[in-house]
């Protein structure tokens, strides 16, 4: 089961990935085991949520947490931060201020949601259409870049290791709407799915995904 893919830029055929340690980024805990790919539910514009939390699930078991936004973490300066499904700060997402270009900063955090490490940045071109990222190393220490081709209008795209056409695609991005057959019928018609593989590093895929989600809100803004 995949997305739709209306353009040939879209990964067609996701694939398990043979070298985990190569995209495991956070934590191998967050590798997607084997077996089936992951199916994340997200709703846009995930960090204006009210109430305690945002609760990132399985799409086909919306029970089941992966991922969580808490409200106690959100304040001016560090809102953005994203915790494990029990909780646990993971990663924030900093905008620098006075920025001349849109980039977006992933750090670690300590226990209490702060700041910690630069892990690595996100930025984009013009329009946002192509993505990447820079300074991104894995948990051994070795240099890797993903590159991504999203749009939240239509709720398609994909991410990759290493070059769009010529890179592994790691991750894909779709309407609910693709999974009509597969998946509840409770879907908001904000929300969208991303697909991952298994050996992929969710927490990585989810920190572009959402790095992007912020840039696009600048140009809505």
Same mark, same amino acid.
């Given at each position: 089961?995949?997305?739709?893919?209306?353009?040939?830029?879209?990964?067609?055929?996701?694939?398990?990935?043979?070298?985990?340690?190569? &995209?495991? *980024?956070?934590?191998? @805990?967050?590798?997607?085991?084997?077996?089936?790919?992951?199916?994340?539910? &997200?709703?846009? @514009?995930?960090?204006?949520?009210?109430?305690?939390?945002?609760?990132? *699930?399985?799409?086909?078991?919306?029970?089941?947490?992966?991922?969580?936004?808490?409200?106690?973490?959100?304040?001016?300066?560090?809102?953005?931060?994203?915790?494990?499904?029990?909780?646990?700060?993971?990663?924030?997402? $900093?905008?620098? &201020?006075?920025?001349?270009?849109? $980039?977006?900063?992933?750090?670690?955090?300590?226990?209490?949601?702060?700041?910690?490490?630069?892990?690595?940045?996100?930025?984009?071109?013009?329009?946002?259409?192509?993505?990447?990222?820079?300074?991104? @190393?894995?948990?051994?220490?070795?240099?890797?870049?993903?590159?991504?081709?999203?749009? &939240?209008?239509?709720?398609?795209?994909?991410?990759?290791?290493?070059?769009?056409?010529?890179?592994?695609?790691?991750?894909?991005?779709?309407?609910?709407?693709?999974?009509?057959?597969?998946?509840?019928?409770?879907?908001?018609?904000?929300?969208?799915?991303?697909?991952?593989?298994?050996? *992929?590093?969710?927490?990585?895929?989810?920190?572009?995904?959402?790095?992007?989600?912020?840039?696009?809100?600048?140009?809505?803004?």
């Amino acid at each position: 089961m995949g997305c739709a893919a209306s353009t040939a830029e879209i990964p067609i055929d996701l694939q398990a990935n043979p070298d985990i340690e190569k &995209l495991t *980024v956070f934590d191998s @805990k967050f590798v997607v085991p084997e077996g089936k790919n992951m199916m994340l539910r &997200l709703k846009g @514009k995930i960090f204006s949520f009210s109430g305690d939390s945002y609760k990132i *699930v399985d799409a086909n078991d919306s029970s089941k947490v992966v991922f969580q936004c808490l409200g106690k973490f959100m304040n001016f300066d560090e809102k953005r931060v994203i915790c494990d499904g029990d909780g646990c700060p993971l990663f924030v997402i $900093k905008e620098p &201020l006075m920025q001349v270009d849109d $980039k977006q900063y992933v750090y670690a955090t300590d226990s209490d949601g702060k700041p910690a490490q630069e892990l690595f940045r996100i930025g984009s071109n013009f329009g946002n259409t192509s993505q990447y990222t820079e300074n991104l @190393k894995n948990a051994k220490g070795e240099a890797i870049q993903l590159k991504g081709k999203m749009t &939240l209008v239509s709720m398609k795209g994909g991410i990759w290791l290493g070059d769009v056409k010529t890179g592994q695609p790691i991750a894909k991005v779709c309407s609910p709407v693709t999974y009509k057959d597969f998946l509840p019928d409770d879907f908001d018609r904000n929300e969208y799915i991303v697909e991952i593989p298994p050996g *992929v590093d969710s927490a990585l895929v989810l920190a572009m995904v959402l790095a992007y989600e912020q840039m696009e809100q600048s140009y809505d803004s």
